[in-house]
């Protein structure tokens, strides 16, 4: 497979993607915006797009039930030279499934990540696979 991707400069603040028919506004304003995702978020997203596709892919071949899934990601940022020294992720499942089947659904995620493969190759890729109701649970006690 291959993919692609074009990038333009729409002006000081922005600039504009598009693959397929989609389009994206990426913030490469050296001052911020906050209307758009600059080019570190922008990784972290593919990662979190890979892992979220990936658990689409393989629930149904593994027969695993779930409701809902979210993805937190953080990278720490080195500044000379400017790198990625590491990403962390943690993985929120909405399931019934045991804790079995939800590490058997973090391997396959971790295993047959395209991004997340290259990304781990490069830097530290590091994370936990949680249920949503372990998250309300601790939510809830600490109010």
Known sequence: MEYSVTAERVDA??????????????DTDVAGRRDAFNPAELFLAAIA????????????????????????LSAVRQDAPPLILRVDYELIIDTDEDDARLDLLHRNVRKYG??????????????????????????????
Not at 13 to 26: I, T
């Open 49 to 72: 797009a890979c892992m979220i596709k990936g658990i689409e892919r393989v629930t149904p071949l593994l027969k695993f039930d779930l409701r809902g899934v979210e993805v937190r």
């Open 114 to 143: 395209t991004i997340s493969n290259t990304v781990a190759a490069a830097t530290p890729l590091e994370g936990t696979i949680r249920r949503h109701a372990e998250i309300a649970g601790a939510a809830s006690s600490t109010i």
């Open 13 to 26: 603040h922005g600039s504009l993607a598009k693959a397929k028919d989609a389009s994206l506004v990426l």
